[in-house]
């Protein structure tokens, strides 16, 4: 890093440490940072500059303000600590796993890591400071800038350049006369990845807000993040749906959800009677096939795993008369994933990161469910993964909004619980490292 950068750093730390910034300065930055990184994808053509993007918006300014300024304020204690723990422990397996991969690419893995400390910091610091109003805001303007841009790309699609609407979009029309109108065409399935956690939180958003006319804001920008699912035409986005009707169900326990789901179940009958193409047409595209394959090749590796590599490990589906069929690149699921490059130990620490967030949360009384935009998305997230995969590590791309903003969201909630824990009388030490969801949501 150039020395005047580091002498600027240096200078932005000391002045942070004051009582002289100006209290718009952090708002302003999370808002334009988080609106930027959750749109990125869609207007940047470049995934390195993407990646340089994210890392002077967030990477930076997180890992080297924020984080010094909460150990300087006393805000990282033991109970901080320890329920950060299992974040710590998977991104140190993650990195140890390079000593066994095979070609292993050390600065996008220390990158991947590194990007996936800093948002958690940027999540910790805002709800530790008192500042999670600010954070549920800025996610639903940064939610609602992605509907904005994905409104753009529908209308240049089936408007300007007047394609029938049974077409699929980004299909049926060359890439240069999309990107002639300003649209980066995405593939599918990234764009389901990218799109239907987004829309999953900012529902749950909506749910929480109590200004009304943010609130239709936000339905105008969940009907457009829907109706972008459904141009896609990716079962993946239908399977979303449902699954964030069935956690609202869960979470909130109304009428409403209830015939919600029913209708949603009545209209997937009707597709499948009149329409059966458009759900049955790819089949099972492979997915059965090609998770026995991976199951195979966990074989010879089971605990520690492949470790993580840059080399492309294609899954290859074999017939024992006709050979081999077809070659994928990844496993289409992300516990395979998982456990193919880190193996059962590393899944382990990988549930670790979520699932205790999730059974804390999950059955607290609707009345007083203020996690529903942490808890949608990242149920939605983790059902699209299981179908499309992701990588267990990686730097921020699409599958980062399925997995790793949510589980930041959940794991900076539990880090500030665990603070707070540690000021009590009655705790065991499962709960430090695990705690549990408090009746005033963090």
């Known amino acids: 890093m150039p020395w005047y950068l580091m002498l600027l750093i240096r200078k932005v730390v000391s002045l942070s440490a004051s009582r002289h910034v100006p209290e718009w300065l952090l708002p302003l930055w999370v808002c334009f940072s988080l609106s930027c990184v959750f749109s990125l994808l869609m207007w940047q053509q470049s995934t390195g500059a993407g990646l340089n993007i994210f890392d002077a918006l967030v990477s930076l300014p997180s890992l080297l303000i924020l984080g010094p300024l909460m150990i300087r304020r006393g805000w990282v204690g033991k109970g901080f600590l320890m329920a950060a723990a299992p974040l710590a422990v998977y991104l140190a397996f993650s990195l140890l796993s390079l000593v066994w991969a095979n070609s292993p690419d050390y600065s996008k893995t220390f990158r991947a890591a590194g990007q996936s400390t800093a948002i958690f910091v940027l999540f910790s610091y805002l709800k530790l400071s008192g500042q999670t109003l600010l954070l549920k805001r800025a996610l639903l303007l940064a939610c609602v800038c992605t509907a904005a841009l994905g409104a753009w790309h529908l209308f240049a699609m089936y408007g300007i350049l007047d394609m029938p609407w049974a077409t699929t979009l980004y299909q049926g029309v060359g890439e240069q006369r999309l990107e002639a109108y300003g649209v980066k065409p995405a593939n599918e399935m990234l764009a389901t990845l990218l799109v239907a956690p987004q829309a999953a939180m900012l529902l749950g958003l909506i749910l929480s807000e109590n200004n009304r006319s943010l609130r239709w804001v936000g339905f105008l920008a969940l009907a457009i993040l829907l109706l972008f699912l459904v141009a896609l035409e990716r079962r993946t986005g239908q399977v979303a749906i449902i699954v964030a009707i069935v956690t609202c169900i869960i979470l909130y326990r109304n009428r409403v959800w209830f015939l919600l789901f029913g209708a949603a179940v009545l209209c997937g009958i009707l597709i499948l009677i009149f329409y059966p193409e458009f759900i049955l047409s790819r089949g099972l595209s492979w997915r059965p096939a090609i998770w026995m394959s991976t199951l195979d090749s966990i074989g010879s590796a089971p605990f520690f795993g492949h470790g993580i590599t840059n080399k492309v490990t294609p899954v290859v589906v074999f017939d024992h008369e006709q050979g081999v069929i077809q070659q994928f690149r990844h496993p289409h699921n992300m516990a395979l994933s998982v456990i193919y490059f880190l193996g059962l130990f590393g899944f382990v620490f990988w549930v670790a990161l ?78 430090c490292f695990f705690p549990p969801a408090y009746g005033k949501q963090v």
């Open 354 to 431: 979520w699932l205790p967030g999730v059974l804390a949360r999950i059955w607290v009384r609707p009345e007083k469910q203020q996690d529903g935009y942490v808890l949608i998305p990242l149920l939605v997230g983790l059902a699209a993964l299981m179908f499309d995969g992701g990588d267990p590590l990686s730097p921020f791309h699409f599958d980062w909004f399925c997995f790793w903003v949510p589980a930041m969201l959940l794991l900076s909630s539990q880090a500030v619980n665990g603070q707070h824990l540690m000021a009590g009388k009655n705790r065991s030490r499962l709960q």
